[in-house]
């Protein structure tokens, strides 16, 4: 017969709260396994001559959290040798020994049976229901909590925060959200519910694992600081039948301008290494993805969910050294296996067949640019710098026909060559060639301002007189 240990939530520890079904439960386990005996519920135990074993000592021969779950799943299936274990945690829908302890099970053919009751949660949400209205509401411990993701467009119970430094760590996630005057419930399962601003989270007189903090949901519009769910809710109103009218009738084609000019200032506050500035520039090409996602969903063409699916599934698939089994020691190999799975997602067998999946539809330079990275999975394309250069120089001795015209094709070669010369030096010649130009905008600008000073206009120069003057301006003279 397969054996069966049964898990039962104690919650704070008042017997008078527990289901009878639960003392039950402790009256006959055999044997009794609590995952702490500081617990006020141990006063009962003894009170009723119920023996119990506990699983503290394993608090202190662990690192982490996550071999603490493990030990004490491990150390449940070793005592429980009597004819009715029972495992006994504040609460088990919450408590991740148990998720460990239903793995275990699972791998060693033993039932493990969650007993309805009252829990831990069940105490801490009704004392603080006053605090917030029927909702979505999300409840972890505190260290569970600062591993996922926090939402404060929901309800949030805190469980287990034990100690002052775990409340801070909490207090500096949730602040990246909220404000810190931002009113939290604060309660001790000894004590009553009373509410703090959540600067004070980590400033309480004592902290144990029957201390618990519930967050109640807020709308965006009483917010200084937002989230993602935010923003999708933002752009819902502007193009909202009663929103914004200019909002309303952007399509994806009246858009495309300002999606090149808004990747482009992320790069050029990149260029400018103000990080500041870049992440204001983000918000604002994140804003055009999302714009570019809620036309999607008013046409039912795609949502954003879409796009956040196919990039994920994207990049799961393209990183099978990180998310599967495949070995990359060097970034060149990763390259390699990035287009080798391109070509299979898209059914071209040859890096010919690849080259057509570059759309023409690209700027020139960077239809050059995706061209050289395709053909670069050929190792005989792969040439040193030296030797393209060499390239460039001998058609650059074909510029000019016999007749003084421009050979449109040695042109046309010696701008795809620099574009490749710039991919084999690891350089954009996008940036590089956009860099250029606004050098050489400022360069000439500031001549010209110091030729007015000298009574002077750029007209007046002859070419020879522009380079020099460009040099000294260039050479900061």
């Known amino acids: 017969m397969k054996k069966e240990i049964r898990v039962v939530s104690i919650g704070p520890g008042d017997p008078d709260l527990l289901t009878g079904t639960t003392l039950k439960e402790l009256s006959c386990a055999d044997p009794l396994i609590l995952r702490t005996d500081h617990h006020p519920i141990t006063a009962w135990l003894g009170k009723n001559g119920i023996p119990f074993q506990s699983l503290d000592a394993l608090y202190e021969q662990t690192d982490d959290f996550d071999a603490l779950y493990d030990r004490m799943a491990e150390a449940v299936t070793e005592k429980a040798t009597g004819n009715h274990p029972v495992y006994a945690v504040p609460d088990c829908a919450t408590d991740r020994s148990v998720d460990r302890l239903i793995l275990r099970g699972a791998e060693g053919g033993m039932s493990i049976t969650c007993v309805p009751g009252f829990s831990y949660a069940d105490y801490f949400l009704a004392r603080c229901r006053s605090a917030y209205s029927a909702g979505s509401i999300r409840i972890c411990s505190a260290w569970d909590f600062l591993s996922g993701a926090y939402d404060p467009a929901d309800h949030q119970l805190i469980t287990e925060i034990d100690t002052g430094i775990l409340a801070g760590d909490l207090k500096t996630a949730l602040g990246d959200v909220l404000d810190d005057e931002t009113e939290i419930s604060w309660m001790e399962a000894d004590g009553g519910e009373k509410r703090i601003p959540l600067y004070m989270l980590d400033r309480q007189k004592a902290y144990s694992h029957l201390c618990a903090a519930f967050i109640p949901a807020s709308d965006f519009a009483k917010?200084?600081?937002?989230?993602?769910?935010?923003?999708?809710?933002?752009?819902d109103r502007l193009r909202a039948p009663d929103g914004c009218p200019w909002d309303r009738i952007q399509t994806h084609e009246t858009l495309r301008p300002y999606m090149v000019e808004e990747a482009w200032e992320c790069v050029a506050a990149i260029d400018e290494k103000d990080t500041d500035h870049?992440?204001?520039?983000?918000?604002?090409?994140?804003?055009?993805?999302?714009?570019?996602?809620?036309?999607?969903k008013a046409f039912d063409e795609f949502t954003m969910t879409d796009v956040i699916t196919n990039i994920c599934r994207k990049m799961l698939k393209r990183h099978p050294h990180v998310f599967g089994t495949a070995h990359?020691?060097?970034?060149?190999?990763?390259?390699?296996?990035?287009?080798?799975?391109?070509?299979?997602?898209?059914?071209?067998?040859?890096?010919?067949?690849?080259?057509?999946?570059?759309?023409?539809?690209?700027?020139?330079?960077?239809?050059?640019?995706?061209?050289?990275?395709?053909?670069?999975?050929?190792?005989?394309?792969?040439?040193?710098?030296?030797?393209?250069?060499?390239?460039?120089?001998?058609?650059?001795?074909?510029?000019?026909?016999?007749?003084?015209?421009?050979?449109?094709?040695?042109?046309?070669?010696i701008l795809f060559l620099c574009s490749h010369l710039c991919h084999r030096c690891e350089a954009d010649s996008e940036i590089v060639l956009h860099e250029f130009v606004d050098r050489f905008k400022k360069r000439f600008t500031r001549m010209e301002e110091a030729l007015k000073k000298q009574g002077k206009t750029v007209e007046s120069l002859t070419f020879p007189e522009l380079c020099v003057y460009l040099s000294r301006v260039e050479d900061g003279n």
């Open 278 to 296: 870049l992440a204001d520039e983000l918000g604002d090409l994140l804003f055009q993805i999302v714009f570019h996602a809620s036309i999607g």
């Open 223 to 235: 917010r200084t600081r937002y989230t993602l769910r935010d923003l999708l809710a933002i752009m």
């Open 328 to 413: 990359m020691e060097t970034s060149t190999e990763v390259a390699d296996s990035w287009e080798t799975i391109k070509r299979r997602e898209t059914g071209s067998r040859t890096v010919g067949e690849s080259l057509a999946d570059v759309s023409p539809a690209l700027p020139a330079l960077k239809y050059a640019i995706k061209m050289n990275k395709k053909v670069q999975q050929l190792p005989v394309w792969r040439r040193n710098p030296a030797e393209i250069l060499r390239d460039i120089q001998e058609e650059a001795g074909r510029l000019l026909t016999d007749d003084g015209r421009m050979n449109e094709e040695a042109m046309g070669r």
